[in-house]
């Protein structure tokens, strides 16, 4: 069995939106009132890594144990995961080949995944009205800052989100709490 390494560098922001989006729609919300960063970077990842590796007949087999937490920490911390493909030879004989994907994402591409993130997210009234503003004991653009950071696993500080997304944030308290809000405690 081979052995070969490719390294991932890049997402698509378009497919990593969308999955957001479709984690933000109602009907998914008024289920579990759960959108999660770790859970579609996982997925958008996956996908990526079978657009790049499903080619010339081969297919993904399986990826390593645990892939989800694996492929997290990989992205996190530029690591690697291991990833076994598949092809067949004939009708009776599949080959195998073991692929090495090394993440190589640089501070500035992993902020601006966190910042696609947390940009469709302060779009999402319907969930930061049932879900996200629900579970903060003050509204106000601080403790949403600071949420939000939480949220992207602290690849944007809370003062980052502030500068890049105050009027954004504001803005969402507005359409949920009215025009009441004056960036004082609403509740």
């Known amino acids: 069995?081979?052995?070969?390494?490719?390294?991932?560098?890049?997402?698509?922001?378009f497919e990593f939106s969308e999955k957001i989006d479709s984690s933000l729609r109602e009907d998914n919300i008024s289920e579990d009132c759960y959108t999660n960063?770790?859970?579609?970077?996982?997925?958008?990842?996956?996908?990526?890594?079978?657009?790049?590796l499903d080619r010339d007949e081969w297919k993904v087999k399986y990826f390593e144990k645990n892939k989800e937490e694996k492929i997290f920490r990989a992205f996190m911390e530029n690591g690697e995961i291991k990833v076994l493909l598949t092809k067949k030879v004939d009708k009776s004989k599949n080959e195998f080949k073991k692929v090495i994907v090394k993440f190589d994402f640089s501070e500035n591409k992993k902020k601006e995944i966190?910042?696609?993130?947390?940009?469709?997210?302060?779009?999402?009234?319907?969930?930061?009205?049932?879900?996200?503003?629900?579970?903060?004991?003050?509204?106000?653009?601080d403790a949403v800052a600071k949420t939000l950071s939480g949220e992207v696993y602290q690849?944007?500080?809370?003062?980052?989100?502030?500068?890049?997304?105050?009027?954004?944030?504001?803005?969402?308290?507005?359409?949920?709490?009215?025009?009441?809000?004056?960036?004082?405690?609403?509740?």
């Open 155 to 187: 690849l944007l500080s809370p003062d980052e989100i502030k500068t890049m997304f105050k009027d954004k944030i504001e803005h969402a308290i507005n359409i949920v709490y009215g025009d009441d809000y004056s960036d004082e405690e609403v509740c």
């Open 114 to 141: 966190a910042r696609v993130y947390v940009n469709n997210i302060l779009e999402g009234y319907y969930y930061l009205d049932l879900c996200l503003f629900r579970e903060l004991e003050e509204i106000n653009i």
């Open 37 to 52: 960063f770790q859970d579609i970077l996982i997925r958008t990842i996956a996908k990526e890594i079978h657009g790049i």
């Open 1 to 13: 069995m081979g052995s070969e390494k490719i390294v991932l560098k890049d997402l698509d922001n």
